[in-house]
């Protein structure tokens, strides 16, 4: 029995589907959207979860309200030059 070779395409996959330029540039924009939007998405869920589950992340803190001390007072007064007026 002689066997038959068929000769295959440049332009065809092993899969047998022709290949289109449009398809791979729909995977690569895929592909780097993707990548240039995970960081945001994963900010976005980040901060969902820590303002939905809010008890469970304070309780890892050890006061619910901060000290707050005064560091210094300032005085501001301040003169104007005779005739002039405020802004």
């Not at 309780?59 to 501001?76: C, G, H, I, L, W």
């Given at each position: 029995m002689p066997s038959e070779t068929i000769?295959?395409?440049p332009?065809?996959?092993p899969t047998g589907r022709p290949s289109s330029g449009s398809s791979h540039l729909?995977?690569?924009v895929h592909l780097y959207l993707g990548l240039?939007?995970?960081p945001?998405?994963?900010m976005y869920a980040?901060?969902?979860?820590?303002m939905e589950h809010r008890p469970f992340v304070q309780s890892?803190?050890?006061t619910e309200k901060p000290q707050?001390?005064?560091e210094r007072e300032m005085n501001d007064s301040r003169t104007l030059a005779p005739g002039t007026t405020p802004k």
């Amino acid at each position: 029995m002689p066997s038959e070779t068929i000769p295959e395409s440049p332009s065809t996959p092993p899969t047998g589907r022709p290949s289109s330029g449009s398809s791979h540039l729909v995977h690569r924009v895929h592909l780097y959207l993707g990548l240039f939007l995970a960081p945001w998405m994963l900010m976005y869920a980040l901060s969902t979860l820590f303002m939905e589950h809010r008890p469970f992340v304070q309780s890892f803190y050890a006061t619910e309200k901060p000290q707050f001390t005064v560091e210094r007072e300032m005085n501001d007064s301040r003169t104007l030059a005779p005739g002039t007026t405020p802004k």
